[in-house]
């Protein structure tokens, strides 16, 4: 493969091979923009690390374990342990009934729901409910549905 940065004061572009594969005659094609490279590159990591960190097995996991409450096991583990402010709370609670969520009242959807809602604040309050989000989803596979169903009851 081979790339070619066209340097070009107004519009920086490259030029790829690879282009051809989408179907574009040899030599005639439609140059990528720096931001677009960029874009396509760092989705392309985050999508390593989540698969590399086991993240997409877990989230698999969760979709069989069941919560009857979402806005009450935030509220236990998230705004009880300090993770969550009581708006952000309802927020992913809210965020769970979402169509860009996952489906179901489950530890998948709870989670969805909750890095859905971390897209509202600032890049740290995001940074921060995503960490958290990973931490839900491995301590709801530690608990799993009976444990959680225990919990819920209790408080």
């Known amino acids: 493969m081979r790339v070619e940065v066209i340097d070009r004061p107004d519009t920086p572009t490259v030029d790829i091979d690879t282009l051809l594969s989408e179907g574009q ?3 005639k094609f439609a140059p990528l923009s720096i931001d677009t490279i ?12 989540v698969s590399g960190a086991g993240l997409v097995d877990k989230f698999v996991d969760a979709t069989k374990v069941a919560v009857a409450d979402a806005f009450q096991l935030l509220h236990l583990w998230g705004r009880k342990d300090g993770h969550m402010t009581e708006a952000q709370v309802r927020r992913a609670a809210d ?16 989670v969805s729901g ?32 009976a ?6 009851s209790e408080n």
């Open 25 to 27: 005659e040899r030599g």
């Open 38 to 49: 960029q874009r396509t590159l760092g989705d392309a990591i985050k999508s390593a690390r």
């Open 95 to 110: 965020c769970t009934r979402d169509e860009t969520s996952f489906p179901g009242r489950n530890l998948a959807a709870v």
């Open 147 to 152: 444990g959680i169903e225990n919990l819920l």
């Open 114 to 145: 909750l890095t859905l809602s971390a897209q509202d604040g600032s890049l740290s309050e995001q940074r921060s409910l995503e960490r958290f989000a990973g931490r839900l989803l491995s301590r709801g596979l530690a608990e799993g549905s």
